[in-house]
């Protein structure tokens, strides 16, 4: 068991320690954190990527030819997509990234659904498939929560948004990534004894494998034990997330989970969430399917299915730097929202292919980019390490449930009006409830702004409210 994060920064720092700090400018503030970007992001975006490639490859697999040969009729497709997100519980193993050290942790959850990957290509049966999801939603759960988190202890909560949008990016590539290897491994039919479909599933957990076992020797824990940085680097980094965290607890206590899950604002993140996410999901699971079902050849619909997601990682970056640039999450999930709203009106109003199509690239470039910026938001309004960490586990893993709703609603072809009229439905949600968000946060800071005026609260009482999270007079 390792030491808690920032576990050096409770006993204070010392005069010189502050002196270093102060003695940086904004431009060596912005050269420590493109360094930490360096360090950091590349490889548990990759990690990400492998992640959502596993997922949703069931998708790909579907379309060549496994539906068939499983003999997948009515709703079992549906089902074994539904049975991963059943599967999925994502709070204790955030708590248990908070308790072990992330270079062990992450990478051993990797190993774990990478080999139940590489054996999904011996899945024979309905039954077989369903077992296979069940173990991968197991085994895979933990890495978006922890990751997602793994970010926030190394970045103040102003430059969260645009490096968590590159992280999930990575779910972007895959879907893309995920149409450009199907449609060449699927040419391996035959191989081996194997169908292309099983041979999907193999080699791209073998893949996984492989990058598992290197995450061992790459990834680094915390910025106070971070290698790359010098010793004034460390001080400094860790020195700035304590001022941005305003001195709030980052040890493990059961209290603080308990905040995180009595909180109404971890629900309220969670009903935003949750929104966005389906059409995330039915997007990665049916987008070759609809496009298949456009009048395109199943080799082409696995083609087609890559520009929807290169423009979605476009958006994703580019409304991620934004955000972060203007300090603002509310609007731009909004925003967002909004153009995939009007992407998912082209799919359920016109049955011409090319207008169908240019409505699929719409709905992914809009809701894309929310999910990084609705972390970012869930996160930067949770105080202290530990209840940050719960809330994240929450939003992530009661969110994914809507996988469920995802894998169930795209049962009427070709027009699929059940499904583009449940997504517009959930984005409006969505959309209402970021307004409520904006308007109860703004709210609640004059509440703080107001006491902290009326009782003389200033920055040099923080460590008496260290215990309180965001209920703090401090926290904004």
């Not at 106070?224 to 709030?248: G, W």
């Not at 970056?317 to 709203?341: E, F, M, Q, T, W």
Request: proline content about 4%; charged content about 15%; some cysteine.
């Amino acid at each position: 068991m390792s030491s808690s994060p920032h576990a050096s920064v409770e006993k204070g720092s010392s005069i010189e320690e502050k002196e270093v700090v102060e003695e940086r400018s904004p431009g060596e503030r912005a050269r420590i954190l493109r360094k930490l970007d360096w360090h950091l992001l590349p490889f548990v975006s990759l990690l990400y990527l492998l992640s959502f490639l596993d997922r949703s490859n069931v998708g790909n697999a579907k379309v060549a030819g496994m539906a068939t040969d499983l003999n997948l009729i009515g709703y079992r497709y549906n089902i074994a997509a539904a049975v991963f997100f059943v599967s999925v519980s994502y709070l204790p193993r955030n708590i248990a990234l908070k308790l072990f050290r992330p270079s062990r942790w992450i990478p051993s959850i990797m190993v774990a659904w990478g080999l139940v990957m590489t054996l999904m290509c011996l899945v024979n049966s309905f039954r077989s498939l369903i077992a296979a999801r069940i173990f991968l939603g197991l085994t895979e759960a933990g890495l978006f929560p922890g990751v997602t988190y793994y970010i926030s202890l190394w970045y103040p909560r102003s430059e969260q948004a645009k490096r968590v949008a590159i992280f999930f990016s990575a779910a972007t590539v895959a879907g893309a990534f995920g149409g450009l290897l199907a449609y060449g491994i699927e040419k391996m039919e035959g191989i081996g004894g194997l169908h292309g479909w099983q041979w999907i599933f193999c080699l791209e957990g073998i893949l996984t494998i492989i990058v598992a076992c290197l995450s061992y020797f790459f990834m680094h824990d915390y910025p106070e034990t971070a290698t790359f940085l010098t010793h004034s680097e460390r001080l400094y980094v860790v020195d700035m997330l304590k001022r941005d965290a305003n001195s709030l607890s980052t040890h493990y206590d059961i209290k603080f989970v308990w905040q995180a899950m009595t909180d109404y604002k971890t629900y309220l993140q969670i009903g935003i969430y949750i929104g966005l996410l389906i059409p995330i999901y039915a997007i990665a699971l049916f987008t070759p399917t609809i496009i298949n079902e456009l009048g395109y050849s199943a080799a082409n619909a696995q083609l087609l299915s890559v520009p929807p997601f290169v423009a979605g990682c476009i958006f994703t970056i580019l409304v991620g730097i934004y955000s972060d640039k203007h300090n603002s999450r509310g609007p731009y999930i909004i925003g967002c929202a909004a153009v995939s709203l009007i992407g998912y009106i082209i799919l359920y109003t016109q049955s011409k292919p090319v207008p169908s199509y240019v409505g699929a690239i719409i709905a992914a470039v809009g809701v894309f980019p929310t999910i990084a910026v609705n972390l970012a938001w869930a996160s930067s309004n949770a105080g202290g390490d530990m209840k940050r960490g719960v809330v994240i586990a929450m939003v992530i893993g009661l969110g994914n449930l809507g996988g469920i709703c995802s894998s169930f609603i795209y049962i009427d072809p070709p027009r699929f009006h059940i499904g583009h009229g449940t997504i517009i439905g959930w984005l409006s949600l969505s959309i209402i409830l970021s307004f409520v968000a904006i308007w109860d946060y703004s709210r609640l800071n004059k509440q703080k702004e107001a006491l902290c005026a009326k009782e003389g609260i200033t920055e040099d009482r923080r460590e008496e409210f260290r215990d309180l999270g965001d209920a703090s007079p401090l926290f904004r």
